[in-house]
């Protein structure tokens, strides 16, 4: 019997089909271009200069909408020759050689008549690339250009990214001649925006000024408009009165005038008195505040916060859930991420290794524990340098400690660093270029529960964190504990504090250049534990609360102009005395809101 295999019967009947892919358009896109060359082509392209593009109908409409919709539905689709009108003849030649190669090159040469031009042919490619690029290059000199031309061409996602450039460098571009031809539109949409960061607003009501005056014959009228969006009443009772008082454009302008009146009667309120309620009056989102948090008093286990803004002179509280035992140092990262660290407060308060975060910019902020630290720490020092947290010092419940810690907040992990050269309890830290400054503090052991030594200290040492290595630095005039310590302009500042007989008004500062201590102005307060409560915003050095020899708890502020060497009371008390508590200048989060009664 023949051994033979079997063909199914399904196998026999069956047609068999191969498919053939096309691997690439390229040889047929060569052929085009040789009958492109050749002058085989059954349309031209003629730009307003007179110039000439050679290309095929059929390869225009299968890219560009605009062209498919030209050789299908309208006259075009029976001629061999078309006007282009307002396209660049080299954005044109660009566009079709892309259309035949699917290549484009897009420099800054180009880049401004590319743009327009695949937007008119609807070429998205092109137009994505484009705005991509611009968006890379977006500088102080063409950001302008760039936010004008995105509006234009409904580059979306491009306006956006531009907008929020300006908005964040607008004190620098306001500046540039480019400004001043923007239309009256993009000026209103640019001020009016709660996002425009400005460390004055006298900037806005400056750059408003000079737009009109620019042109004054067709702005003039324009003018009431703007100052509609301008937030005069958060500028200074000086300000107004030098510079919108005195401008001779609002003085010949009835409704401009209505804006200054309103100014100054903002100026008028006392601090118990209701609040305007108008985009004038209510601060930018982009503004720093003044965020604290903690008091003597713990509320079943809420802790009282609250946060100052300096534009409207007004402390706003709010209650935050919290355990109890949160009261600690804090820090700021990134702006909007608090740190509250180990604990704060009497010597009956046991130390702790718990650190708290609160993402202020959230919708519903709410503190979350996140790692504990590698020792147990009370009244510690606290700073931060390039995302990384440092807990130095403190009381460990026997005796002052001199060892230290660095949280990395990209890992969330605590690791020791070199121990200081002195134990320090109720040490203040500040950061200057990048350094750590331990200053003063008191080194405190228990023999037993009736005997202790205390040595208050006038010493300061600095950490490098490249070489991991403490030094010591210039000591400071008098010994100070629990003081409160602030950097500005390049100076480190030491305010109040005790050193065991008096609490302290006084106030000194240390430039790193000279490596001196030199006593500044008294603060109209004795403030001792303001020691996290000292905080810069705006270039003012603010000191929060404390206590002092008669008073447990003060409710005041007040602040360290470096300019006039000035201390200057801040006439809004705070809704809670404070002591033992922290203060920090966060960015203003756009749930914080101002209560208008």
């Known amino acids: 019997m023949q051994n033979t295999k079997q063909i ?16 690439s ?14 002058e085989e082509f059954d349309i031209e392209l003629k730009t307003d200069d007179g110039r000439v593009i050679f290309a095929h109908k059929v390869v225009l409409s299968s890219a560009s909408p605009y062209f498919h919709a030209m050789f299908t539905n309208f006259s075009e689709k029976n001629q061999d020759f078309v006007v282009i009108r307002n396209i660049d003849y080299l954005a044109l030649q660009l566009l079709v050689d892309f259309i035949y190669f699917g290549k484009i090159m897009v420099t800054e040469k180009n880049v401004q008549v590319l743009l327009p031009a695949a937007n008119f042919l609807q070429l998205i490619e092109v137009k994505d690339t484009c705005c991509d690029f611009l968006e890379e290059q977006l500088r102080i000199t063409n950001c302008i250009g760039t936010y004008v031309l995105a509006d234009l061409h409904s580059c979306n996602k ?39 960061i400005v460390l004055s607003e006298n900037i806005v009501f400056e750059c408003v000024i000079r737009w009109v005056k620019h042109d004054l014959v067709s702005r003039k009228s324009i003018l009431p408009h703007l100052l509609e969006y301008v937030r005069l009443p958060l500028t200074s009772l000086n300000y107004i009165m030098k510079n919108a008082v005195e401008e001779p454009l609002l003085k010949n302008c009835p409704n401009c005038k209505n804006y200054v009146n ?59 859930i919290m355990t109890p ?34 993402d202020v910019s959230s919708e519903s902020p709410h503190w979350k524990p996140t790692t504990n630290m590698l020792v147990k720490r009370r009244n510690l020092g606290v700073g931060v340098i390039n995302d990384y947290i440092y807990a130095v010092g403190g009381f460990d419940g026997n005796s002052s400690v001199n060892s230290a810690e660095a949280f990395d907040c990209r890992t969330q992990t605590w ?59 210039a000591e400071m005039c008098v010994p100070r504990i629990a003081a409160g310590v602030g950097v500005l302009d390049g100076i480190l500042y030491v ?27 008294d603060m109209h307060f004795c403030r001792y534990y303001p020691v996290a409560g000292v905080t810069v915003l705006n270039g003012l050095l603010y000191v929060v609360g404390g206590c002092d020899k008669n008073t447990p708890s003060l409710d005041s502020a007040e ?14 008390l705070l809704n809670v005395s404070r002591t033992f508590f922290g203060a920090v200048a966060i960015d203003r989060s756009r749930y914080f809101k101002t209560k208008h009664s």
């Not at 209701?274 to 009056?281: G, V």
């Not at 505040?289 to 916060?305: D, M, P, R, S």
């Not at 608090?338 to 009956?348: D, K, M, P």
């Not at 305010?495 to 102005?521: F, K, L, M």
């Open 158 to 196: 491009l306006l956006t990214i531009s907008e929020s450039y300006i908005q964040q460098h607008f004190s620098d571009v306001v500046d540039a001649d480019q400004f001043l031809s923007l239309s009256p539109e993009h000026v209103a949409n640019l001020i009016s925006s709660d996002e425009l």
């Open 415 to 473: 690791r020791m660093i070199s121990s200081m050269c002195t134990r320090r309890d109720s040490v203040v830290l500040g950061v200057l270029n990048n350094l750590l400054y331990a200053v003063g503090g008191q080194i405190i052991q228990y023999k037993d529960q009736y005997n202790s030594s205390i040595q208050y200290l006038k010493s300061v040492e600095c950490y490098y964190p490249s070489i991991d290595t403490w030094k010591p630095v």
């Open 8 to 23: 199914p019967e399904t196998s026999k009947c069956a047609t068999k089909i191969y498919e053939c892919k096309k691997l």
């Open 262 to 320: 309103e100014a100054l009667y903002f100026h008028s309120l006392k601090p118990d008195d209701p609040i305007p309620q108008n985009i004038r009056t209510k601060p930018r989102l982009g503004d720093k505040v003044i965020f604290v948090v903690g008091a003597l008093g713990i509320l079943e286990g809420h802790v009282i916060t609250e946060w100052y803004d300096p534009k409207i002179n007004r402390w706003q509280s709010f209650t935050t």
């Open 325 to 358: 035992h949160f009261l600690g140092s804090l820090a700021v990262v990134k702006d909007n991420f608090v740190f509250a660290v180990g604990r704060i407060g009497y010597s009956l308060d046991l130390p702790c290794q718990s650190v708290n975060v609160l």
């Open 559 to 572: 602040f360290y102009n470096p300019n006039t060497n000035t201390w200057t009371m801040v006439t809004a």
């Open 25 to 38: 358009n390229a040889k047929i896109l060569k052929v085009l271009e040789s009958l492109r060359k050749d």
């Open 495 to 521: 305010v109040g504090g005790y050193d065991g007989t008096n609490t302290h008004r006084s106030a000194e500062a240390y430039q790193p250049s000279t490596g001196v201590w030199t006593t500044i102005p």
